[in-house]
């Protein structure tokens, strides 16, 4: 086989990509590489669901812990290592699999990112003042008006997604998602994208229990010992933002770990949103044999 692949899960938090992952892996004798941001900080291990020792011995993985919440890391940042990783790995193996919830960064590596045109910064410094001044909900309130495409599938609690798609649409006149409707790029691999799903129910059910876990396992712990730098982007992230506030004293235990369990619900929803847009992934229902969906995968590869 000369051609090389790459295998990408993709789907919804808490709905077992990283398993499925490992399973295709070890059929197919290669490495994973990690397309989920939230995974990419060494401090951040609980609340993310880094995968368990167990799980990183069984199938060497690539992107999981390897930066510091305090570096800046973006998405073109991404996309440079990812393809440089790719490139070294397909040196001895034919077949990669990469795994990941962020559909931004999957698209990153699988299409390239887009080209948006230079506004001016007098734009994003407005912008930030009115965050400060009025808060994030009159933000969200102009994207939706001006992008409702962009606004029903981007993390509307991030303010940095927030302000960074306005200034597109204020200094252009224009709507991010029209700028993000360029080719694919060309890419030195064939993609083979694979899905899991599952009723609404189903995975909802998965994220309440993920979270009850989380906080057995210590992710109130986690979020104490990054209290100091809860001002940093990389911890604008559900599990950590709202056990801050019960550590500012804003919201008491129980609350926090209710706006968790929602919060993760409605990333869920936008990650459902994102994905079924991409009509080249072959869905599969959670549940279905490993054996079934490895089957496909080599089909496709012969």
């Known amino acids: 086989m000369n051609k090389k692949y790459l295998i990408v899960v993709v789907g919804p938090t808490a709905i077992g990509k990283?398993?499925?992952?490992?399973?295709?892996?070890?059929?197919?004798?290669?490495?994973?590489?990690?397309?989920?941001?939230?995974?990419?900080?060494?401090?951040?291990?609980?609340?993310?669901?880094?995968?368990?020792?167990?799980?990183?011995?069984?199938?060497n993985h690539h992107f999981i812990q390897h930066i510091s919440v305090e570096e800046e890391y973006s998405v073109g940042d991404f996309e440079r290592d990812a393809l440089q990783k790719l490139q070294e790995l397909y040196t001895e193996k034919d077949v990669v699999v990469m795994v990941g919830g962020s559909g931004l960064y999957v698209n990153a590596v699988t299409k390239g990112l887009d080209d948006f045109p230079e506004v001016?910064?007098?734009?994003?410094?407005?912008?930030?003042?009115?965050?400060?001044?009025?808060?994030?909900?009159?933000?969200?309130?102009?994207?939706?008006?001006?992008?409702?495409?962009?606004?029903?599938?981007?993390?509307?609690?991030?303010?940095?997604?927030?302000?960074?798609?306005?200034?597109?649409?204020?200094?252009?006149?224009k709507s991010y998602s029209s700028f993000r409707k360029s080719g694919s790029k060309n890419r030195f691999f064939?993609?083979?994208?694979?899905?899991?799903?599952?009723?609404?129910?189903?995975?909802?059910?998965?994220?309440?229990?993920?979270?009850?876990?989380?906080?057995?396992?210590g992710l109130l712990q986690e979020a104490e010992d990054l209290f100091s730098k809860r001002e940093l982007n990389s911890l604008n992230t559900v599990g950590y933002k709202?056990?801050?506030?019960?550590?500012?004293g804003e919201w008491d235990l129980g609350t926090a770990v209710a706006e968790i369990k929602k919060n993760t619900r409605r990333f869920a929803k936008r990650q459902f949103t994102w994905f079924r847009k991409n009509e080249e992934i072959k869905w599969f229902e959670v549940g279905t044999p490993t054996k079934e969906v490895v089957s496909y995968v080599q089909k496709r590869l012969t």
């Open 190 to 217: 064939e993609t083979i994208y694979l899905g899991l799903t599952a009723e609404r129910e189903i995975v909802y059910d998965r994220i309440n229990r993920r979270v009850d876990i989380m906080m057995e396992e």
């Open 242 to 248: 709202e056990l801050f506030k019960y550590l500012q």
């Open 120 to 173: 001016d910064p007098q734009i994003r410094i407005n912008l930030k003042t009115e965050l400060e001044k009025s808060g994030l909900e009159k933000l969200q309130e102009e994207l939706k008006n001006k992008d409702p495409d962009y606004y029903s599938e981007v993390d509307l609690q991030n303010p940095h997604r927030v302000i960074r798609a306005l200034e597109i649409c204020r200094g252009t006149g």
């Open 18 to 59: 990283t398993s499925l992952g490992i399973e295709l892996a070890r059929s197919l004798n290669t490495e994973i590489i990690s397309a989920d941001s939230r995974q990419f900080f060494k401090e951040m291990k609980i609340g993310t669901a880094v995968p368990s020792k167990e799980e990183l011995e069984a199938a």
